[in-house]
């Protein structure tokens, strides 16, 4: 697997997992079979609920000797609620004991709502403090970053964004690009949404290269230098996640990917008010989208 070096020289694994919409009651077990598979970088948040059975997936495998603290790479996030000054420091100081670390690899404002510069300026002092390798923000249009960027101390070193087929941006991939901050893409697959995993031309490259459309989704991110992040439940599919490093999609594959775009997204619109709606309300009642 490649590692992906951010603009502060923290390296960063290209492929990681993801546990959004993984109940506790079952996460602990997920992580750890994710981390005996092979997978180091394990991508949670406080939204998500999950952080004390990941925190503990951790231990056990550092315990059993699977991997060494140092070479996983934990992220979290602080949603709306958790924005601004004083309650990011106070979030933060949660989330390290929920899941029993000394530190963060990378720490990341989930949404562009609320006083995320307040929570920024937090965010940066403990990273100077070295409690936290990497700071960065999720869902972020190319607009916000670059606003972001234009006036902070630390520019983020990611930017955590949905990114599918249907859904490519590559606008905001180039903005990124030009300020330095590496693109993260989360739901990969839409969640199987909009007959992602029966689009005929995806279903053709992967016969081409006998592998899977999943796998054929991950490839092409990797190739254009998106970090991932798929999430399964399942031991083969995670196994079958990670065996995308032994095949190269050629020109004539990326191209007809690209033609898929819709420029839409599938799942988080922040320009609708009906999703800002949702997302305020997203922990007393987390409905997936309004889209």
Not at 7 to 28: A, T
Not at 152 to 177: A, G, K, T
Not at 258 to 278: F, G, H, T, Y
Request: hydrophobic share 40%; glycine share 6%.
């Amino acid at each position: 697997m490649d590692r992906i070096q951010l603009h502060n020289g923290v390296e960063m694994p290209q492929e990681g997992f993801g546990v959004f919409q993984v109940p506790e009651s079952v996460c602990k077990e997920v992580v750890l079979n994710a981390i005996r598979a092979g997978y180091r970088l394990i991508d949670t948040a406080s939204s998500y609920k999950n952080e004390e059975a990941v925190g503990s997936a951790i231990r056990e495998a550092v315990l059993e000797g699977t991997v060494t603290r140092e070479e996983l790479f934990i992220t979290t996030k602080a949603y709306i609620q958790e924005m601004g000054y004083d309650n990011l420091k106070e979030a933060f100081a949660r989330f390290l004991s929920k899941l029993g670390l000394d530190y963060l690899d990378l720490y990341l404002v989930h949404m562009p709502l609320g006083d995320y510069y307040g929570a920024w300026r937090a965010m940066e002092e403990l990273y100077k403090e070295g409690k936290i390798r990497a700071i960065g923000v999720c869902n972020f249009d190319a607009a916000r970053l670059m606003d972001l960027c234009y006036n902070v101390d630390i520019r983020p070193m990611v930017n955590q964004i949905e990114r599918h087929p249907h859904y490519q941006r590559h606008e905001e991939l180039s903005v990124m690009h030009k300020l330095g901050v590496q693109p993260e893409g989360w739901a990969p697959f839409a969640e199987g949404m909009k007959g992602m995993f029966t689009e005929p031309v995806l279903r053709e490259i992967a016969a081409k290269h006998e592998k899977t459309v999943p796998q054929v989704i991950l490839r092409w991110n990797i190739q254009q230098g998106v970090v991932i992040i798929p999430k399964s439940v399942h031991q083969e599919r995670m196994e079958e996640n990670l065996a995308i490093w032994d095949f190269v999609l050629d020109s004539d594959d990326m191209d007809r990917i690209a033609a898929l775009d819709k420029n839409c997204p599938s799942m988080l619109d922040c320009s609708r008010p009906s999703e800002i709606d949702r997302l305020y309300d997203y922990l007393n009642n987390p409905v997936l989208t309004t889209l």
